[in-house]
């Protein structure tokens, strides 16, 4: 099989991993060496999904011992398998990134033999690339759960980044779905990373650096019946015990029809949409899982996450732009992290007015509802329930995704081929 | 109305703020398009003189500091017609106000000032990921592309640093300047109006591969064009080989 044919074949089968993010590194050059990377992370296109590519995001294999339930890689599904090896995935990453097509490397493998076989394979492939090759550009490997700890902690001296895939929210939808992975071989090997990762940024003089923009995390959403609350419950947690860099979601689509343990319909992109805006309130907004809502509730389809809390403690509103603190701030619908840190610096040169407000590009038409300017109260309404009505209605263009998503849904000539990857 | 006119480079720009406070203190506008002068309008030429630029930079870091000025230096790579004028108005706000002007994010002035400099900056890190090296027979990595803002200058050091083993050429052909690094020390000089480059075998081949791997990282019923076209502009894909 000609080498096109081969990544064609294995960017197929990678491109469910949603993390594509570059950022978190900014490691040095060197002279003799090839690349570094930036700290914030680079963009090198777009696709026509709206996602970027800032890595070769790529499988060492597509052949599977696995049976996922969910995957479009298992063992039993009749698709083209392929395979590189590691001197054709280093030519390809150096040609790519020299022309400036690539920040960097995302690999992964589905498991071929063992989990330490696959290991063993995704170590001598970014081996031979910081070694043989020198590259210092961005690498981020998948580690596969079942590998040796020994394996995953050796090669995360040559990774910037290293993911292992939750799969599910909770282990009752792991056992059903994904019956060959174990929560523990996710979990314990997490834990280990996240000691490296710390030490790697509390020690600086230590010699091996290893994964400097540490661990991130996927799990899919719509696939099994749990809940945004316990999403996002979870998703505390990993940031908060396991110092993760970001967890990501991706909406369920269906492609292995014959399963009745699978829901038959993907799921509503918006609802990933709104697990996003959690994820961002949780990390900078400073709210935390508890006060977004119970554990048995899902997050509103028709407004966003921020207003949707504003809404339910409507008693801490409206605040007074002149005075309130910077987290009060932060907490107000249409005031985002920059604006709410220039408004507290700009009134200190003196009172701001609604028109500089304006001015500023605060988000008004959410903001005017839980905001006073000097004593005067700007909304249209003052009761949740006539507000909730009109950021609803704000909030309700006929959307991209919801478009997409329909024609997936009720166009029977589409074929079902492609589906949320499992090969962790 | 009195207008100070300049030639489009930092220090006649610096020179011309000079005259505006000593000398020409009725100046109201400084421009370097000198098309935009009315027939109704005083234009005066002002020579560039690098020591006057060289008082009025002293004279920011003192004012409001280093950061500032680099902001500045920056903002006015804009290709932002009036980026003069608005440069202007932004300094006789922080000569008047000092490192207050900096933070003031409710005043039109500032805000115009820091629209332009965010417009350079945030271009200038785009280009960082969008430009596109061919390899050419002699080995030399050659890119070409056409910014809004004349952001040359902030991009060669990033691919100086990263491909500091590779000689390559940038090309900007709606300004028609070059920068070219030879391995050690780069240069920046006028493009030559004829400009041909032979590209290596390899070349095709990994373009190839590219649009191989592009076109099928993409997730069909993800479609979303409006969102690629927010983050990959039209005007930016005549020079991205994927497109």
Redesign the interface.
Known sequence: MDLNERIRILTEGAKYDVSCSSSGAGTGSKKGSLGNTAYCGICHSFTSDGRCVSLLKILLTNYCEYDCLYCVNRRSNDIPRARLSPRELCELVINFYRRNYIEGLFLSSSVEKSPNHTMEQLVLAVKMLREEYKFRGYIHLKAIPGADYGLIDYASAYADRMSLNIELPTERSLKLLAPQKKKDAIIEPMKMLSQSYFLTKTEKNSQIKKIPAGQTTQMIVGASNDTDGQIIRLTQALYRNFNLKRVYYSAYMPVNLSSSLLPALPCDLRREHRLYEADWLLRFYGFSAEELLPVERNLAADIDVKSFWALNNYQFFPVEINTASYEALLRVPGIGVKNAYRIIIARRHGKLTFESLKKMRVVLKRAQHFITVNGKFYGAYNNPVNIRKALAAQQERPRLETACLQTSLFDAERPLTDIITGEL | MKILVVENNLAAFLTAVYHAYYGHKDAEKITSDAESVTMLDYGIRIETDTALAAKVREGIMKKAGKTAYKEIADAYLSGDKNKEQKLFDYLKLLFAQGK?AL????H?TV?AFRDMLNKVRREA??M????????TENGV?Y?FFGPDNDILELLLPH?R??????KFVLHDLKRKKMAYYDGDKSYTFTAPPRFTVALSE?QLK?????R???N?????????????R???PKKYRWF?N?F
Request: aromatic share 20%.
């Open positions: 207050k933070t003031l994010f409710s039109s805000i890190h785009r960082k990921g969008f430009i596109r090296f061919a390899q990595y890119a691919f640093i990263r491909f500091n083993d590779q390899d990994f373009a190839e591969l590219w191989e791997y592009f099928n990282v993409s997730i069909e019923e993800r479609h979303n064009p409006v969102l690629q927010h983050y990959a991205m994927e």
